[in-house]
């Protein structure tokens, strides 16, 4: 046992030594892209107060990079994993793209005086269901333009945060919502 422990411990410093570089290199080459672009069209920025979060902007250089996350392709409880560690830090998915499918929800924000639109990832489970906020670009009115409430659908966009009342919020600015 005592011969074991200095190997254990070689290897958790070498995972963390490791894993510490990669997000420091992800972080600069990210930084380098929203530096390229601007402030205007940094994917990472929240959207300014006031803006208008229907007609949030995407930078297609990040959609045609490929980069992001599909989790269409992944059965309910692997999809469910993989969006819950998405909410374990949004920050680090901002400007990707990211495809969801699962229940279309509305509700009213009463502090805006507005509509949220979701998409609930399927969970066999039923319980913890991971909840997607998404805002659709371009004009579209609700409800006519919309899913009724309940439809299985995929959202595709890229993911993105708003202020609001000194709270940050992710969501994903939809290119396109299509039925399930």
Known sequence: MKKLFPILLAILIAM????????????SSTDGQVAAKG???DP???????ADRAKARIGSETVKSGLGVD?????EVAAAEVAHRIFEDPAQ???????VKGQYEVANNYNTDSYIHSVVVDNHAGCCQPVFE???NGEHSFPNDYPEK??????????????????????????????S
């Open 16 to 27: 963390a030594f490791v894993s510490g570089c990669s997000s420091n290199a992800a972080k």
């Open 39 to 41: 402030a205007a069209d």
């Open 44 to 50: 990472t920025q929240p959207d300014q107060p006031g």
């Open 71 to 75: 989790l269409t392709g992944f059965d």
């Open 93 to 99: 998915y901002l400007g990707m793209a990211l495809k």
């Open 134 to 136: 998404f805002i659709w």
């Open 150 to 179: 309940l439809t299985k659908i995929v959202v595709d966009g890229v993911m993105k945060c708003y202020v609001e009342s000194g709270e940050t919020y992710y969501y994903i600015a939809a290119d396109e919502i299509s039925a």
